[in-house]
């Protein structure tokens, strides 16, 4: 059962990103450029997304086990640590060279399109980088 | 500022919100999960991560939405505005960054904001803010 609802929810969570127009790069620069002709309407997928999601994460987060009784994993750091500042920093340089996120290159690579795959081959070999770094760190 | 009202898309943009917060309401309350892109993807290619069968199982959900939309109605417009050079270096620094950021849009933004948590606000604002410079500095500094 919990296969089946991962599957629906990223099923959705993908249809939601093609209907918000998130998954069209040009559509996220013409957000993020605040000084050209600004496109807002990604702030209203944020609207629309944290209005549907903040009843039931409200809920889970008075938990210890989801509806399907599996244990609910909500982070739990609390400090503002130089590593989640200096790495967003970082992330939104990229998202803002290309205007693409994590999720929509997932949900547009296969369009097939030479330009996302490019993007992703890259992405991952960016996550592969931080892996092999912190599996460096750690011994 | 100047708004761009011809391409200004209120409606579908704050549905398919609407459709990406149910998606992560369901995964958290049917699944005990985040969904958060990054993090997802992430774990998958470190070693001994748990829970890879659901993880995989909502990329694939992701991955097959364009082909399921494309049943019914064709796909909205994707337009790419980078190069080959742009695509890499913004994928490097997309993939280093939320990992060690501890998460992307979907993680800290829509998720992490609705959880109240503070660590994700701030993350948010600074992907967000970095994203505004960025784009300034490229469009109107460089004039790419």
Redesign the interface.
């Known amino acids: ?3 089946l ?23 996220v ?2 957000f ?11 702030a ?18 008075q938990q210890s ?4 009784g ?6 739990v ?4 640590d130089p ?21 929509p ?7 097939g ?1 030479w ?2 795959i ?14 092999a770094l912190e599996t460096r760190r750690s011994h | 500022m100047n708004v761009d009202w011809l391409n200004f898309t209120p409606w579908s943009s704050l549905a398919g919100g609407a459709l990406i917060g149910l998606a992560a309401s369901l995964f958290v309350v049917a699944n005990g999960r985040i969904a958060g892109i990054s993090g997802l993807i992430g774990s998958l290619l470190q070693r001994g991560s748990e829970g890879v069968s659901e993880k995989a199982l909502f990329l694939l959900g992701l991955l097959i939405a364009p082909l399921l939309w494309g049943l019914f109605a064709t796909l909205p417009q994707i337009e790419f505005k980078s190069g080959w050079f742009g695509l890499i270096v913004a994928g490097l620094l997309v993939g280093i960054g939320t990992r060690y950021g501890s998460g992307c849009t979907s993680g800290h933004g829509v998720c992490g904001i609705s959880r109240l948590s503070p660590r994700s606000m701030v993350a948010t604002a600074c992907f967000m803010f970095s994203g505004f410079v960025t784009v300034f500095v490229l469009r109107h500094l460089l004039g790419s």
């Open positions: 059962m919990t296969k609802t991962a599957f629906i929810a990223g099923l959705l969570f993908g249809l939601g990103l093609l209907l918000a127009g998130m998954a069209n790069p040009g559509k620069l013409a993020l450029d605040l000084t050209g002709a600004w496109d807002p309407s990604l209203l997928v944020m609207v629309g997304a944290i209005g549907a999601a903040i009843g039931p994460l409200t809920w889970a987060r086990s989801s509806l399907l599996r244990p609910m994993q909500l982070p750091k609390r400090e503002l590593r989640l500042i200096g790495g967003s920093l970082v992330f939104g340089i990229g998202w803002g060279i290309a205007g693409i996120c994590p999720g290159a997932v949900a547009i690579l296969l369009t399109r330009q996302v490019v993007f992703m081959l890259a992405m991952l070999a960016g996550m592969l980088l931080f892996t």
